[in-house]
């Protein structure tokens, strides 16, 4: 279309007008108003209450902060060298060099179940390299994110899948004390959660008789959460007696066992013998969980890497069992990491590594075994008031020390000494330099001199 002389003057004066208000005169856009004066103004996460920090990681908060030269963190169960310094083992450097040299090394998905030769040595480790269950293709195991992944996912199994003729089937009993974090994992799964007496706070040993009243009471069919070794908080294991009697008992009241294994090999210093109350129950041919960490025992805290073994009646059943495990992950976090699990694997597999893990972790045992008797020593030296022959008595890296809550508050805030309120003490986080310090911590919290 052509534009005649008189319509293009038109235009040009039309857009002249127009530029000269644009930029002459105020231009009034619609402008949103305030938020801050909406009737909705405040957040809508506005009514969200602060939570407290967790009992035990809230621990290592407070110390972060703490600008104290002489504090000391005793709270999360991590293990120390005796210069205070994390430590990453030998082995698992060696086994991160080969898998770095590696030029075969993807970074592919895992299937759901996770790496498949970490799973069958995981289950080898805690069952046993000769035991029938395996043998007979009757244990299903799928790599979870390190202990407490495990704890869950089997939760979650259990109240989707455990179907037991009594309405008791959703009802976990877990020992009086156990680990903080049990409860919450088993609630959130959606188990109800009750308690069996455990610990005897009168002689710090196991109240054996309770235990077993307790577990007599529950109702048949109900799962039990049992501490492969080394329990936590306490540091009060069962004997392999007690253990024995407690498998009957459970058997026999067609209780399901759920261990929980975070520490194999710290108890004792021997990856076999800390296995022995689980391998005890395998033997007898009846069903169990186990879940399985590999952040204690390898020092793979972070690398987040642990197993989920169930142990089915049939290899039919546990095929069953593992299709529906991998219903339970798959929406949960789609599957598993790669690296940790490459790292156990590869240490695993290899005698020559295995047998360096040992030693090594025999060390880290023996360590904390020694942080014992020298606590102990130091109380006894300084004529502390009380029986401290529990220090030396309790297994693995917690010391269930008896002190109360305003003892502990008085040793942080006095002593800069950090540890759960409860009065348990990461033997595992002393080294000899501190260990005199916390001696003197104990010893004004007991008798009252600042
Ligand atoms: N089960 C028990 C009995 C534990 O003590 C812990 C860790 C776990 C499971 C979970 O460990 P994981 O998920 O790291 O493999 N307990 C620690 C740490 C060491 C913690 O609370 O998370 C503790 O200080 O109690």
């Known amino acids: 279309m052509r534009l005649n002389d008189g319509s293009v003057a038109r235009r040009l004066s039309t857009l002249g007008k127009h530029l000269v208000e644009t930029t002459t005169t105020t231009v009034r856009r619609p402008t949103a108003p305030p938020i801050r004066s909406l009737p909705w103004r405040g957040s809508v996460f506005g009514h969200v209450a602060q939570a407290p920090e967790d009992p035990i990681l809230g621990v290592t908060v407070a110390y972060n902060k703490d600008p104290s030269p002489v504090k000391v963190n005793l709270g999360v169960g991590a293990y120390r060298t005796e210069e205070g310094k994390p430590l990453v083992l030998n082995v698992v450097r060696r086994a991160e060099q080969l898998l770095l040299n590696d030029p075969n090394r993807i970074k592919e998905y895992l299937p759901i179940t996770g790496l498949a030769e970490f799973n069958k ?39 989707k899948h455990y179907h037991k003729k009594s309405c008791f089937q959703h009802t976990i009993y877990i020992p009086l004390p156990t680990w903080g974090n049990h409860p919450k994992v088993f609630t959130i799964a959606g188990l109800t959660v009750k308690t069996y007496r455990y610990y005897d706070p009168a002689t710090r040993g196991l109240n054996f008789q309770g235990l077993l009243e307790d577990l007599s009471a529950a109702p048949s069919g109900a799962i039990v959460l049992l501490h492969a070794c ?54 007898d041919g009846g069903e169990l969980l186990a879940a399985q960490s590999y952040a204690k025992n390898m020092g793979l805290y972070g690398e987040r890497v642990g197993a989920l073994s169930i142990v089915c009646k049939t290899r039919d059943v546990a095929v069953r069992v593992e299709s529906q495990l991998k219903l339970v992950i798959r929406p949960m976090y789609s599957n598993p990491p790669i690296h940790g699990a490459s790292i156990v694997a590869t240490i695993l597999r290899d005698r020559e590594m295995y047998g360096g893990w040992t030693i090594e972790l025999k060390a880290m045992a023996d360590r904390i075994i020694s942080m014992r008797t020298q606590l102990h020593e130091a109380l006894l030296a300084r004529g502390t008031p009380g029986d401290w022959s529990h220090i030396i008595k309790q297994i693995g890296m917690f010391t269930f020390t008896g002190l109360n809550t305003d003892q502990v508050a008085f040793m942080t805030k006095e002593y800069h000494i950090y540890m ?14 501190t260990v005199p310090h916390l001696a003197d911590a104990i010893h004004a919290a007991v008798t009252g001199a600042v």
């Not at 080898?124 to 996912?153: H, M, W, Y």
């Open 121 to 159: 040595l995981s289950a080898k480790l805690i069952f046993g390299q000769d035991s029938p269950a395996i043998q007979e293709n009757r244990v299903t195991t799928v790599q979870c994110l390190s202990g407490t992944g495990s704890l869950r996912v089997g939760a979650e199994f259990l109240a």
């Open 230 to 283: 080394a329990h936590n908080p306490t540091g009060v294991d069962p004997t392999l007696d007690q253990w024995e009697h407690i498998r009957q008992l459970m058997r026999s009241k067609g209780l399901l066992p759920f261990f929980d294994s975070a520490y194999q090999g710290f108890a004792s210093g021997s990856l076999d013998a800390d296995a022995q109350p689980v391998r005890l129950f395998v033997a």
């Open 420 to 433: 759960t309120s409860d009065g348990r003490i990461s033997m595992a986080g002393l080294s000899s330099r």
